[in-house]
């Protein structure tokens, strides 16, 4: 447990200290946002009614943008041949850098990106809402990407790579998360199935990234 | 034991046996295996072929400590906070202990990324006092270390002797002691 922790705070710290986590995902964010009205044009109307769907997508590239780094310097830099040695498996070390990656990374922007909705005229009695609903998404977003990270840690160039494999399993995120907000009935009901996808992606991911990060030892 | 990585056989039919209190030296020209024969000791590549025990036990990662050529140090942290994410690793050990034993404590405070390489050598070597593990695997320890750091690595390998550890050593220079026995690779 002190090992599991240790590590968490550990990447939660660095991701802080080296930039590149939080600060770059919410800049990148804001960024997507002043370019959508420009692309889409000034249609008030039109811009709103995209909002949600625009936040989901830009909280998932923010994500995917992030997530071939997540195994990357631990394999280059040796770290990952001395936590092969310590007495936790390698399943909990994996869950343990997966949740820093949610809490540096995918957690503040699951909080920010709604109020960023702002910039593209969001229904404002949608904010909470989409709030509690990119929170749940970010975890399971978060965990499918260490899975991408870990098969991804020994290559060189593997951003383009991990988007190719982790995109597809992002789809059933992206339909839950946006008919949340899309109608009034079905709210309560996609909740609990982003709910269920966040869940099981915690259960898969530590068995898949060690798995994979295990074909690297060799 | 016969090792393969990437479908190419780096050795085969190496064997050795190491008592309690014992160290080996690995010789061999470059690439001749002896990474590989660490890594594999280590449980980070798997054996090609031959059994590999210790006590009996085919299954001891945990208690073997691996020092190689990647020091697994973080730049962005400090001496400090480098050893006591090991320490919380390794479940115990005692930080101050490590830092002193390679002269580290004035420089507890700096940041990993200005280190010399010698200095980020002697904070790597300094792990070994905090994992107390029964089997040392060194790769070329002595890398940019100055004299009197060397000479402080050979005393706490002779102590580590002395309270019944094993050691496995790659190198191509002078070790400080005589190694009780050679495995030529």
Redesign the interface.
């Known amino acids: 447990m002190t090992a599991f922790l240790a590590i968490l705070v550990r990447d939660v710290k660095l991701g802080f200290r080296q930039g590149g986590g939080a600060g770059a995902a919410i800049a990148f964010i804001l960024s997507v946002l002043v370019l959508l009205p420009l692309a889409l044009g000034p249609d008030q109307n039109l811009l709103q009614r995209l909002a949600p769907g625009l936040m989901w997508l830009s909280l998932l590239l923010a994500v995917l943008l992030t997530a071939d780094r997540l195994f990357q310097q631990d394999y280059e830099d040796g770290t990952l041949d001395g936590l092969v040695g310590i007495a936790l498996p390698l399943e909990l070390v994996c869950l343990a850098k997966a949740l820093a990656h949610f809490f540096t990374v995918g957690l503040p922007l699951a909080i920010a990106a709604p109020l960023l909705g702002i910039l593209v005229n969001i229904n404002a009695a949608l904010i909470p809402l989409l709030m509690a609903a990119m929170v749940l998404g970010a975890l399971a977003l978060s965990m499918l990407a260490a899975i991408g990270g870990a098969v991804t840690a020994g290559l060189r160039r593997g951003g383009l790579l991990v988007a190719l494999l982790i995109l597809p399993l992002y789809v059933p995120v992206l339909v839950f998360g946006q008919s949340v907000t899309a109608t009034e009935q079905g709210r309560a009901s996609s909740l609990l199935v982003l709910l269920a996808l966040a869940l099981i992606a915690v259960a898969v991911q530590p068995i898949a990234s060690a798995a994979a990060l295990r074909a690297y030892l060799r | 034991m016969a090792c393969e ?2 479908g190419r056989v780096v050795f085969s039919d190496i064997s050795f046996r190491l008592e309690a209190g014992q160290s080996a030296e690995l010789r061999g020209v470059n690439g001749a295996g002896k990474s590989s024969l660490l890594r594999v000791v ?5 054996l090609a072929g031959g059994t590999l025990t210790l006590n009996g036990e085919s299954e001891f ?2 208690q ?3 020092a ?7 730049p ?2 400090t001496v400090l ?1 480098n050893l ?3 320490e ?4 115990g050990g005692d930080v101050d202990a490590a830092l002193a034993a390679f002269a580290l404590r004035d420089l507890r405070d700096v940041a990993v990324q200005i280190l010399s390489a010698g200095q980020r050598r002697r904070l790597a070597l300094s ?1 070994l006092l905090l994992s107390h593990r029964t089997l040392w695997l060194l790769d070329e320890p002595m890398t940019a270390l100055d004299a009197a750091s060397q000479e402080k690595l050979y005393g706490h390998m002779k102590t580590h002797l002395a309270q019944g550890g094993m050691i496995l050593v790659a190198t191509h220079g002078d070790l400080g002691f005589v190694p009780h026995q050679v495995i030529a690779l």
Not at chain 2, 42 to 46: E, F, N, Q
Not at chain 2, 68 to 74: I, N, P, R, S
Not at chain 2, 88 to 91: G, L, T
């Open positions: 990585r990437n280590a449980g980070l590549v798997p990662a945990t073997c400590h691996y190689g050529h990647l020091d697994g140090l973080k962005a942290m906070e006591q994410f090991w919380d690793c390794f479940d792990r």
